[in-house]
């Protein structure tokens, strides 16, 4: 990928190109050029890769839809043979088509399913049971002054570029 910004090739000498990690700071720190200039630059790296990052996330979007679509594709064709097949068979050098028979649970009451379910000696055999945080509620508990062991507010340092 092409950079959008002109980044010196000094900076990203300290670099491991794969990762991002400065392998090198006290390199970077002695690097002769002005502190803005460095900054900068570092800074324009940063946006490059936000750049490709997004362009990435869009290509992978991009592969999701179209493998839908395959999907979609597959399950159509796969619908289409069933009902040509009629209970037949297909069978030739490049393709053996048939067709096959299984059972599949079929929920169509899920909330009365529970609350019977939940009448049984143990229903621990039929339900899993799942604990989640609610990380938001948490912290909107602590900063309203609630004490709830084992959570704590943390402050954390983030740069912004723009």
């Given at each position: 990928m092409r950079a959008l910004y002109e980044i010196d090739?000094?900076?990203?000498?300290?670099?491991?190109?794969?990762?991002?990690?400065?392998?090198?700071?006290?390199?970077?720190?002695?690097?002769?050029m002005e502190r803005e200039q460095k900054l900068e630059?570092?800074?324009?790296?940063?946006?490059?890769?936000?750049?490709?990052?997004?362009?990435v996330k869009a290509e992978a979007d991009k592969l999701t839809a179209r493998k839908r679509a395959l999907d979609n594709?597959?399950?159509?064709?796969?619908?289409?043979?069933?009902?040509?097949?009629d209970?037949?068979?297909?069978k030739t050098p490049?393709?053996?088509v048939y067709q096959t028979h299984s059972q599949r649970?079929?929920?169509?009451?899920?909330?009365?399913?529970?609350?019977?379910?939940?009448?049984?000696?143990?229903?621990?055999?039929?339900?899993?049971?799942t604990e989640e945080l609610r990380?938001?509620?948490?912290?909107?508990?602590?900063?309203d002054g609630t004490i709830i062991p084992g959570a704590a507010l943390e402050t954390t340092e983030s740069v912004v570029i723009k």
């Open positions: 090739q000094e900076i990203l000498a300290c670099a491991d190109m794969e990762t991002g990690e400065i392998l090198d700071t006290e390199r970077l720190d002695a690097l002769q630059g570092v800074a324009l790296w940063v946006k490059d890769l936000n750049a490709e990052a997004e362009a594709k597959i399950t159509a064709l796969k619908s289409w043979l069933l009902i040509a097949l209970g037949g068979k297909l490049r393709c053996n649970l079929a929920v169509v009451d899920e909330a009365g399913l529970i609350s019977f379910l939940k009448t049984l000696e143990d229903p621990g055999r039929f339900v899993r049971y990380k938001d509620e948490i912290k909107k508990a602590l900063k």
